[in-house]
């Protein structure tokens, strides 16, 4: 029901062992300067080091935007970066993310009390990393005025990242050139509000910060294909389509498929 944490998959069967060894300390703590070789960390704390490796996951990896154009394209500002007082923006997210709270609420009221967690004030909605995209990837306000120059891709976290990449960045192509449908802006709006808000619900501390689709990438893959006008159940028999799982090979040949209907 909720998922607070990443997922890893631990491949080195000497890992555990490793880690609880007497040759690693882990220091809980923040590196506040490097000097040389010298790292001296926020508690005062320092050691010397041969090597740094930085493991810097979901951060502002869209840096060569300006926060202005970070806005308009629907990507979230870090820190303390904000538009410049001239920019406008042409939505009013407050009133599409208020109306998606209440929407999310009371389809899924389950999701409404979560679990006590560790630094459960980091939950709160004011902290949201919010990524304004249709579909996970397309500028709304662009759109709108019909700039379909640019897509963001490969901004959804799920266990199923290579099925996900194909559908996604197929169905970015066709909206690219001009071949896919959207809705108006106000359906997009609630589309990508809707989204912020389940995510952050149903994952908690992961959802806060990405647009975190772990373990629903199936219904994320059911949206683009209905976009695209295919059948997503694979399977060849209802009995399979209910107990046998999907692999990526189910969607083998999708690409063929929408060619071929389009001819036809």
């Given at each position: 029901?909720?998922?607070n944490s990443g997922?890893?998959?631990v491949t080195l069967p000497d890992f555990w062992q490793t880690l609880h060894g007497?040759?690693?300390?882990?220091?809980?703590d923040q590196i506040e300067t490097i000097q040389g070789n010298n790292i001296v960390l926020k508690s005062g704390n320092d050691f010397v080091t041969d090597f740094v490796v930085m493991c810097?996951?979901?951060?502002?990896?869209?840096?060569?935007?300006?926060?202005d154009d970070k806005t308009t394209i629907g990507l979230p500002l870090y820190g303390s970066a904000a538009p410049s007082k001239n920019h406008c923006s042409s939505?009013?997210?407050?009133?599409?993310?208020?109306?998606?709270?209440?929407?999310?609420?009371?389809?899924?009221?389950?999701?409404?009390?979560p679990p006590d967690v560790l630094y459960k004030s980091r939950l709160d909605s004011s902290n949201q990393n919010h990524w304004r995209l249709y579909r996970r990837a397309i500028p709304i306000e662009l759109a709108d005025k019909g700039d379909r120059s640019i897509v963001i891709l490969g901004q959804i976290h799920t266990v199923q990242t290579p099925l996900v990449a194909a559908v996604q960045s197929?169905?970015?192509?066709?909206?690219?050139?001009?071949e896919l449908s959207i809705p108006d802006k106000e359906?997009?709006?609630?589309?990508?509000?809707?989204?912020?808000?389940?995510?952050?619900?149903?994952?908690?501390?992961?959802?806060?910060?990405?647009?975190?689709?772990?373990y629903d990438f199936l219904p994320y893959v059911?949206?683009?294909?209905?976009?695209?006008?295919?059948?997503?159940?694979?399977?060849?028999?209802?009995?399979s389509e209910m107990l046998s799982p999907y692999k990526p090979e189910d969607f083998a040949g999708f690409i063929e498929e929408y060619i071929s209907s389009e001819r036809s």
């Open positions: 029901m909720w998922a997922l890893g998959v007497d040759q690693l300390t882990v220091a809980r810097t996951g979901w951060g502002d990896h869209f840096g060569m935007f300006s926060s939505i009013n997210w407050d009133v599409y993310d208020t109306f998606a709270e209440e929407v999310v609420n009371k389809k899924l009221p389950f999701l409404t009390k197929f169905w970015a192509i066709l909206y690219l050139l001009g359906t997009m709006a609630t589309e990508a509000s809707l989204w912020n808000a389940w995510t952050r619900k149903r994952y908690l501390g992961q959802g806060i910060k990405q647009p975190y689709s772990l059911d949206t683009l294909f209905g976009d695209l006008k295919l059948n997503s159940r694979r399977k060849s028999n209802p009995i």
